[in-house]
């Protein structure tokens, strides 16, 4: 026979601990090493990142920024519940029992990404951002390459542009890219 029992007027702070604590199952991660590529699954997403159920059953947290280099406002660009994903193992608190994975490391390096463009083509990509005194668009050209465009009124983040890659400077990981 089960009970069920109900609670309310939590605190947010009280909240936000059980919230956390309902993707803790299990403790393996002893086993566990840095850099260690293994498979998982989404099991959970917040603003801040997305929980990640391991193969070997412990569940890890990927922060959003270790989802993309690309500026991203939303984990749910990237993954998706019951999504299977591969993540590389980029942290583990042992005394505390949480383990920190990254998901954009296995999408190359900047070199690797930055080889599949050539300079003078005209690409698609995505807005991902606007700097402030409007200095530039940051457009994705993949999840681990973006490019900064000059400003141009009536771009709009998430939305996907043509644009030319005018300069590839890989010393400085930088591309720079013309709306068209």
């Not at 681990?144 to 400077?169: S, T, W």
């Amino acid at each position: 026979m089960e009970y069920g029992i109900k609670v309310e007027n939590l605190s947010s702070k009280t909240q936000n601990v059980l919230e956390k604590n309902k993707y803790k199952k299990v403790w393996n991660g002893d086993s566990l090493q840095e850099g260690q590529i293994l498979n998982g699954v989404v099991k959970g997403i917040k603003k801040y990142g997305a929980f990640i159920e391991l193969e070997q059953g412990d569940t890890g947290l990927v922060y959003i920024e270790d989802l993309s280099v690309a500026r991203i406002k939303s984990p749910e660009e990237r993954l998706k519940i019951g999504q299977n994903v591969k993540v590389v193992v980029k942290y583990i608190d042992r005394d505390n029992k949480k383990i920190t994975l990254s998901y954009k490391e296995l999408f190359g390096t900047w070199e690797e990404n930055a080889q599949k463009f050539k300079e003078g083509v005209t690409v698609k990509g995505i807005v991902r951002e606007t700097e402030k005194c409007n200095n530039g668009i940051f457009i994705e050209l993949t999840p681990n390459l973006v490019g900064l465009a000059e400003y141009k009124e009536g771009m709009e983040y998430g939305k996907p542009v043509d644009v030319y890659i005018k300069k590839i400077i890989p010393d400085r990981h930088k591309v720079k890219l013309i709306i068209v």
